[in-house]
């Protein structure tokens, strides 16, 4: 199992909020990067989307803990994995980052391991800047 985690950003709502924005997957295309991501689909409870250069990745969630922790499971990817959003209150603010849990062999790790980092970073950085 590979872990990667994202940078972590502060923003400045409530965790609450933070994590009812986070828990809606409508909104994680507002997260994605727009010239890299076509295809979008989502229930709220689940979404898909083409990756480009890679492959479709689905994400459903498994797991809520509100308002500090939201699991997120991979559905219809070439790997599996988990995504755990973490959200800590810190007086007026937040901290949220993602771990990433990823079932790679060591050839898809050399491949995938930094564009997924790069992934991850950029939903960190659009969270910060959607909800500031």
Known sequence: MTRIESK???????????YAFASDLNNFQLLL????ISDFKSDGDSCSFKIS????????????????????????SPFSFTLDIHIESHGTEVKAYQIADV??????????????????DHIADRMNSVLS
């Not at 972590?8 to 933070?18: G, Q, R, Y």
Request: aromatic content about 2%; hydrophobic content about 35%; charged content about 30%.
């Open 8 to 18: 972590s950003v502060m923003i400045t709502k409530s965790a609450e909020e933070v």
């Open 33 to 36: 990067p727009k010239d890299r």
């Open 103 to 120: 079932d790679l062999n060591p050839m898809m790790k050399m491949m995938v391991e930094k564009p997924l980092t790069n992934l991850f």
């Open 53 to 76: 250069g890679m492959a479709t990745i689905g994400l459903k969630k498994k797991e809520e803990h509100p308002p500090h922790r939201l699991v997120l499971e991979s559905t219809d």
